[in-house]
């Protein structure tokens, strides 16, 4: 299988990939939702031009760098950065970025906004800054719709910032309270003469019941592109619709009911997101790969059935960390090798 | 703290590495341990050398490509690949290695020993394979001495291989056991007219324990270089020997008992090496860094103490992971930032 990749490899299938940016886009459009693609999943130019082409609004990136590959290289011209941006080199670098494309970010604590306006300070070019509100998923965000009134209230008030409306990363399965939150939360703003022209929310394994609230509301979503085994598992999506897998060669069979294959934790990665084993083979459910050390799995089964020199491909538990751990992908068209291409965006700092 | 350095950064003490380094090479020269470390914990062939300069009597390294990145740019001219090399290609990139530097490899069955054997076919210069031995690890490596004896006659009887005796990477805890397999095994060797020139064997857990064998025994150990939170749990170092730390931003305090840092599982990766939490916030331990995501990680504390902006030091779970996360680590030297150094051998496929 693929005898011409060396393995391990990361494969990803791009017609697979753009029978999901489609078919996503689709269902974005029937809802009245923008869709804003978070890149943090692939980090190919490449793949943010084609989610562009089929009507995305922007792409969402985590960093600073990611943007800048996407700008440079994609031709992407609208960003949404949903993480606090600290520490006056970065606000700085924000700067030099707000010069060559639409460009928004996030806050959540007066810190935060200070530290933008410090930089930020021209009336006439002022950054777009939403207030991330934590919905329930507990990382980063105000925690009462009070306070992304005032954290709102906070942006308007500096001359070089522009209040750009709410963002949340939502915890899964909860779309109901997530809706209520924001519009509880959006309407004190506007109660408190700020205009919310945008709510933004995401995520792929809630997905399919993704609907806009009673403002502008706009999608992100990353892991659809390439879809995995915990959204697989979840209903979201068949293995069919996996669009990165994980080739892979038996280098061991030691025993009846174990094999050892060239890709370890350095290339599937450790995380589980709450699934038993690291992985799904194709064609062969009964396999488990019960463990890995850096560069070895192990896969377990009642009868392994597998010889020293087969080929596997194994639809990881997380595409979006796995995407992020080699230097390139091997891309994939029409079923067949097509070439290797470098994953920009991976590996930075900023 | 460390300002000019961006976050997140994996940040390497070389004075620590140093110290790492010359600490456990005294203990291998008074217990008559070759010492051959494992650069997969560092990638750099900077450290390597440091390494060979100490006294160890070569590397020991998984992949193909680490071994080209350390023999290119490190200067080093005898590696161990304690891997299975299956498949045509990879047998002729190796044996292209061979013509440049003492190389040894592994091989657990008759296929590996067999694809070796059709390449490396000249007598006059013949490739050095021990036998990987599974002595409870239940990774790669034959499962009774019987098969040892058998593989190892099988490379015996290839023109262009030669038995260089058994290797295993042992399970932890149990030294004991291991050394009887090994001994069993090498007995039975000899006893069948197969000299066994070296026993390999190794791991950082038990280095402290690690002693030589009846043959001459050479010890592989990767982490020690750096250390990590699970080695200091195990009692095996304290924190003040980890040379590796992952340095982090605060960028969010949404509640007096959370905060957020710009290090998730990008950087810190989701290795749990059995431990709760993803690592060690140093002069903090009182904070449990309780989730990850790709660019966050949520630290909790009964009082989080901290402010947007404030940078702290973590020591991860696995150090082995982390310094392959990035492109480049941030050397220390006299506690201060010395300089980025790119992290040669990461990312890389064979």
């Not at 974005?28 to 995305?56: S, Y």
């Not at 300070?121 to 009070?146: K, N, Q, W, Y």
């Not at 995520?203 to 706009?218: F, Q």
């Not at 979006?320 to 965006?345: F, I, R, S, W, Y």
Request: aromatic fraction near 4%.
């Amino acid at each position: 299988m693929f005898e011409t990749i060396p393995t391990p490899a990361v494969l990803v299938d791009l017609d697979v990939a753009q029978a999901n940016i489609e078919k996503f886009q689709r269902h974005a459009d029937a809802a009245g939702l923008k869709l804003r693609p978070h890149i943090k999943t692939h980090k190919l130019p490449l793949v943010a031009k084609r989610q562009m082409a089929a009507g995305a609004v922007g792409i969402t990136c985590q960093k600073i760098s990611e943007a800048r590959a996407m700008i440079s290289q994609g031709g992407i011209d609208d960003v949404l950065l949903t993480f606090n941006i600290v520490g006056a080199d970065k606000v700085a670098a924000l700067k030099d970025l707000s010069g060559e494309v639409g460009l928004t970010v996030v806050a959540d604590s007066f810190d935060v906004v200070d530290g933008l306006a410090k930089v930020f300070d021209d009336p006439a070019a002022p950054l777009s800054v939403m207030v991330e509100c934590d919905t329930g998923a507990e990382r980063c965000g105000v925690v009462t719709p009070e306070q992304a009134v005032a954290v709102a209230s906070r942006i308007d008030a500096a001359d070089g910032l522009r209040f750009a409306g709410l963002m949340t990363y939502p915890p899964v399965g909860r779309r109901r309270a997530v809706a209520e939150w924001l519009t509880t939360a959006a309407r004190a703003c506007e109660a408190a003469g700020l205009q919310v022209p945008l709510i933004s929310t995401g995520g792929s394994p809630d997905m399919w019941d993704a609907e806009p609230l009673d403002w502008p509301t706009e999608y992100r979503i990353g892991t659809y592109i390439y879809n995995d085994r915990s959204l697989v598992q979840r209903g979201v999506c068949d293995w069919t619709d996996c669009a990165l897998t994980v080739l892979a060669t038996v280098v061991s069979v030691p025993t009846p009911d174990r094999a050892i294959i060239d890709a370890g934790s350095k290339v599937l990665t450790s995380d589980l997101l709450g699934l038993a084993g690291h992985g799904h083979v194709l064609g062969r459910p009964d396999i488990t790969i019960a463990a890995l050390s850096e560069e070895h799995g192990t896969l377990k089964a009642g009868d392994i059935d597998l010889k020293v020199g087969d080929r596997l491909r194994i639809v990881p538990n997380h595409a979006c960390v796995v995407a992020n751990m080699l230097d390139h992908v091997q891309l994939l068209e029409g079923g067949a090798p097509h070439k290797a291409m470098a994953v920009t965006a991976r590996g930075l700092v900023w």
